[in-house]
């Protein structure tokens, strides 16, 4: 019933930038934290970026200073903005939420996929 719906992938040049969106659908009742990751080909899947309800936000080493994490409550919609970017940031990038919502269940909290968005940079 809760859907991520991830957004934003591409090809893009070094030095270019990206947007991802990640919209969360179904009967929501309140998203917690919101979170990036990625996946190379033959690596751990990493955590990139996190935010809060409070709008706290953490990076991993290697993206700092060059992505940005958001989120509009309103539009239940968390972006990852990448600048800056290096061929060593291509992977296959996902959003995770902690979502609180009515399932069949009755209302229950846990965390969410998207799909996943392939982010491919090239020199």
């Known amino acids: 019933q809760v859907q991520l719906v991830e957004t934003g992938g591409g090809l893009v040049q070094a030095g270019g930038s990206l947007r991802l969106s990640c919209a969360a659908s179904g009967s929501i009742f309140s998203i917690n934290h919101m979170a990036w990751y990625r996946q190379a080909p033959g690596k751990q899947r990493e955590l990139v970026a996190s935010i809060t309800t409070g709008d706290s936000t953490n990076y991993a080493d290697s993206v700092k200073g060059r992505f940005t994490v958001s989120r509009d409550n309103a539009k239940n919609t968390g972006y990852l903005q990448m600048s800056s970017l290096k061929p060593e940031d291509t992977a296959v990038y996902y959003c995770?939420?902690?979502?609180?919502?009515?399932?069949?269940?009755?209302?229950?909290?846990?965390?969410?996929w998207g799909q996943g968005t392939q982010v491919t940079v090239s020199s």
């Open positions: 995770n939420a902690n979502i609180r919502a009515d399932t069949r269940l009755g209302m229950s909290t846990r965390d969410y």
